[in-house]
Every structure is written in structure tokens, then in C-alpha cells.
């Protein structure tokens, strides 16, 4: 990496800034609505705040959907920064950091494989990137396995020798097989075995495509397998070993094969048109050419163009992989019954290198200049959109649907001991139990049969069902915005100990 001028660390270090303030701001300012970032939530508080660090459970019951590494990091910050309560802030913040994290290393990677400009391009290009900003904002695994997958990548192409048929052994070499190695394992701490699924099954084919076999091969040493297959199966094996048999059937069966075979639902096969196009507009409009291109038999000249000759044969190689991570992902999750927007969050970081190869490659002085220049205001403009319109956004979709207020008056109401239960929720009960931070198991069948203690119930649920529950007594009503609640007591009179 050839030294740099000032202001070019400036304006690298400019993009860093952007992104972070980008990423914290007003981080915590609404409150955990959804059920998807409850869950992981309540994973998180029963580490941070009760020390459940490995076996972490959802209303004293139900596993972990995902694998852990998310919630270590969330657990981590709080130990590091000295918090002892979860909060919105903190639990998004484990997110903000692998955000932030993948912009610095996509910078870094850029600036190694094309130099100044394109270091600054990318960097315009994930900053500017709405749905990375805005996954980077929510508290939850899929930033942790974009980190991880683009982490993998970026080390497959430093480990890879410029020429198809030469290999490479020296210490340092081997140790970016290493390390390969532990990106790979830990993506799939992250999500699952997708996390090194995906970007395996993209080194494989590019490889391939490119008769690399004897690359390939050298891929196989044992050292690096051995470490990435420890350190993907160690959770696994620490569930398995210790009679955990529920986390590993929810994370392998419903969770993995569960999600692809459509035992969770199924969405369309063009569900992924609209979220490909515009999820991050003008962006990711330019993204499907810059794979295109890269994938075209000619472009090999734009990519060799657009750097020095030293530079030229990683450059090739560098977005020919990228290009197929992309279309391995697309076609990956286009296959599958159950898809969700997030799944694409991990082209992200390849695809800001590729729209910086792709701004780059115009060669023309006529429009090479008009090239960078728009680009990089279109990137800009974003980067003020989505300053001001995430955390708008946030706080709209939140807007009286939070469970906070109730909850800080149930709390108020019931004892820390005393008996509670939740009765005829149709929704996800993790938003509520996180501002809860307590276990309030479900009941089942008749809310007369409900035992001894108290009862939270849906307004319209205690309506209807009040005539078959009538030793049942209110003891609180809590309206706020959609959130009608009713607080029953069945027995003798509770009170806080």
C-alpha cells in the first residue's frame, strides 16, 4: 500500500466519521417494538443481566434462534463500558460496531486493491448504502454476518496468488490461510453454517471458473481446517455435549433447513426484484451492472484500466469473486421458501467495491471526471438522507406500539416474586417481555383455569373472555397508543417483597 497524502487520510478518515454518526445517532431514541430485535434483546438481557451466557432462554422456555456471537458482542461492550441493564442503545450499539468495523475494513481493502480514489468511492458507497445503515441501526445477528462474510472475502483475495497456477508458502501467507479460516467460523457463529456456506460456495466457484486448481487444493491444508471447524462447531458442540438438544433443533432444523424448505412460510420467487433494485437507490440501480461487467469477457480490460499494472490481475480476481458471491447469494436465497430483505445485507460491502471498480473503469476523459463526480454527490446525498430519515423512520414505526409504558407499571403493580403469566397475545410476546425483564410464562386453554398470581391480558381478549373468569379481579388498566392491556390477580393479595 503506497504512502498517502494528508488530506487523502482526511477525507478517508471523513468517511469513517460520516458513517459512525451515521450509525449512533439517536441510536436509543426509540424504543424496542418489533418482535425480531425483542427477541434478541431479551437473549442479550438474560447475558448481560443474569448470566446466561451460553444457554440463554425466551420466557424461561424457548431456545435461541440464532447462534451467539451477536449477543457475546452486545454482552461484551456492556462489560467493557461498565452497563449492567440492557437498553435499546446498547443492544443496537453491537450492531453500530460491526457496521462501522465493515465500513474502516472495506475502506482499508479498497485502498489496498485500487488505491486512493477507490478507497474513497467505496467508502462514499456503503456510507450512502440505506440498508446498511439502517441494519446497522437494528439490533440484531445479520450486520455481525456481513462483517464476517465480507471479512472472509477480503482474506480469500489477499491469501490468493495473482497467477492461476502459482502458490505461495511463506509464513505470512500461511497465516491469511488462518485467518480465512477464522472468518469463515466465525460467520458461522453468527448466523448459522450460511455464514461460511455463502462465501465458500463463491471461493469454490470463482476457483473453479478460473481452473485454480491447484489453489484450490492448497485451500486443504489442515491446520486452517481444523481451526475453522472448531471454532464453527464450538457452540454446537458445547449445546450437544451439554444435553441442549432444543438449541440445536431450533437452530438446525427450524431455523436453517426449516427457513429454506418453507416450514416458516414462503414468499414469491420475485420477492427479491424490488429489494435488489432499491434498497439502497441509486446504488444498488448500478449494482446488477457492475456484476454484469465483471462477469463479462471484456471487462477484464476495464478492470486492468482502472489501476496500475502491478494492481491489475488482484483487481480482476478481487471483483470476478465478488461479482459471484452476489449471484451465489441472489440465487441462494431466491431458492429458498422463506426469505426476508435483511438476507441481502452481506453483498453489501463486495458490491461497494464493485460500484467503485464500475465508477472507475469509465475511462473516456469526457465523462470519466462527470463519472467520479456524480457518484460521489449521489453518495453524499444519501449520506444526508439517511441522516435524517432513519432515525425518523425509527421512531415513526414505533410510535405508540411500544410495550415500555405498560410494562413500567406492571412492574409497579406485581412483585419481583409474585406470580405473572400473559394469556391470548396473537403477537410476539419478546417486546413486552424485555421491558418486562422477567419470565411471564403463556397459558394455554381457559383464562378461568389460570393459576394463582397474576394474569396479563389483551383489552380485547378480557372483553371477550370475562364471563369465564369471574374469580378473576382487574387490578390495572394500561392504555397506551395500541397497546391496551388489562392486569388480573387470581388468589390472595400480592404485594412487592
Known sequence: MK????????????????????????????????GDEAVEAVFVQQMVEHGQLLFPLENGAQPMYKPPLFHWTAFALDR??????????????????????????????????????????????????????????????????????????????????????ALIDTPAHRMLLYLLALTLGLGVLAKGPIGALLPGAAMVAFMASERRWRQMLAMLEPGPLIVGAAIASSWYAACYLGGRMGFLNRQLGSENFGRFFGSLGAMAPWYYVKPLFLNSAPQSLLVPIAVARALWPRAAASAESSCDDDAAPRVRAAIRLFAIFWIVTVVFFNLAAYKRRSYLLPLWPPAALMLAWLVMSVRDPRWARAARLGFGAACAIAIVFNLIYIPHQEARDCAGSSYRPAALEINRAVGPSDPLYTFGFREELAPLLFYLDRDAPALKGRLGDAPPGYVIVPARVWRARQREALDLTPVLTSNHGTRHLILLRRGKTYARR
Open 80 to 165: 467493557l463500558t461498565g452497563q449492567r441493564r440492557v437498553t435499546a442503545a446498547n443492544l443496537r450499539a453491537a450492531a453500530a460496531f460491526y457496521a462501522i468495523a465493515g465500513v474502516i475494513m472495506t475502506i482499508a481493502f479498497a485502498l489496498w486493491l485500487f488505491g486512493a480514489e477507490g478507497a474513497i468511492l467505496a467508502g462514499l458507497a456503503l456510507a450512502g448504502s440505506y440498508q446498511y445503515i439502517n441494519q446497522g441501526r437494528f439490533g440484531r445477528v445479520d450486520m455481525t454476518l456481513c462483517f464476517f462474510e465480507a471479512a472472509a472475502l477480503f482474506t480469500f483475495v489477499r491469501w490468493l496468488p495473482e497467477k492461476r497456477d
Open 3 to 34: 504512502s498517502q497524502p494528508a488530506r487523502i487520510w482526511l477525507a478517508l478518515g471523513a468517511i469513517v466519521i460520516a458513517a459512525a454518526v451515521l450509525l449512533t445517532n439517536r441510536l436509543g431514541a426509540s424504543d424496542i417494538c418489533g
